[in-house]
T-cell receptor, first 116, second 114 residues
Framework: GAVVSQHPSRVICKSGTSVKIECRSLDFQATTMFWYRQFPKQSLMLMATSNEGSKATYEQGVEKDKFLINHASLTLSTLTVTSAHPEDSSFYIC????????????FGPGTRLTVL | AQSVTQLGSHVSVSEGALVLLRCNYSSSVPPYLFWYVQYPNQGLQLLLKYTTGATLVKGINGFEAEFKKSETSFHLTKPSAHMSDAAEYFCAVSDPPGANNLFFGTGTRLTVIP
């Protein structure tokens, strides 16, 4: 099946700094990618839809100025957590459908962010 | 708003025993339904999905699930558990049907006892 990678797998940063997380589709192109956030023992919550060549669409309650999304190419989307705070510590997961018509998502392995 | 409920955050079964992981959704219109499995340090992998047609869906690794509209359920089963089935399982729906964004349950950790 299709492969989606994320980098880094783990990151620890100080409060107030910014962290960039990359999501790549390795063997297919993705005009759309999705960013999820998962708190311990909770569901994956959709944060935003990343659209290649246009602005991301954010879910209600997600601060777009805090979680900057850039989808600069058909294989790469980045999520930047700006001015990170301890409450931003979480597991961030991206996904991508292999084609615009498919209903199957391929997920990255996730990035564990810890903000001190 | 759409919600997905997975009863039991942890399920333990003996090797060779039946696996039953429960999933219920809330939607007036049947959504598309999915089961994903997550092994440690890996991404979510699709086990099976229901979109339309036959309500009993077979997936990989011997798993299957049945969509029951009257019960708004999509429980996952496997007749005989294997040690390699130990993982985290997530039920998800896409609502409206066919939409790319998914709503997930909280997950069920399956432990297989030798």
């Amino acid at each position: 099946g299709a492969v989606v990678s994320q980098h880094p797998s783990r990151v620890i940063c100080k409060s107030g700094t910014s962290v960039k997380i990359e999501c790549r589709s390795l063997d297919f192109q993705a005009t759309t990618m999705f960013w999820y956030r998962q708190f311990p023992k909770q569901s994956l919550m959709l944060m935003a839809t990343s659209n290649e060549g246009s602005k991301a669409t954010y879910e209600q309650g997600v601060e777009k100025d805090k979680f900057l999304i850039n989808h600069a190419s058909l294989t790469l989307s980045t999520l930047t957590v700006t001015s990170a705070h301890p409450e931003d510590s979480s597991f961030y997961i991206c996904s991508a459908p292999e084609a615009t018509t498919t209903d199957t998502q391929y997920f990255g392995p996730g990035t564990r962010l810890t903000v001190l | 708003a759409q919600s997905v409920t997975q009863l039991g955050s942890h399920v333990s079964v003996s090797e060779g025993a039946l696996v039953l992981l429960r999933c219920n959704y809330s939607s007036s219109v049947p959504p598309y339904l999915f089961w994903y499995v997550q092994y440690p340090n890996q991404g979510l992998q699709l086990l099976l999905k229901y979109t339309t047609g036959a309500t009993l869906v077979k997936g990989i690794n011997g798993f299957e699930a049945e969509f029951k509209k009257s019960e708004t359920s999509f429980h996952l089963t496997k007749p005989s558990a294997h040690m390699s089935d130990a993982a985290e399982y997530f039920c998800a729906v896409s609502d409206p049907p066919g939409a790319n964004n998914l709503f997930f349950g909280t997950g069920t950790r399956l432990t297989v006892i030798p």
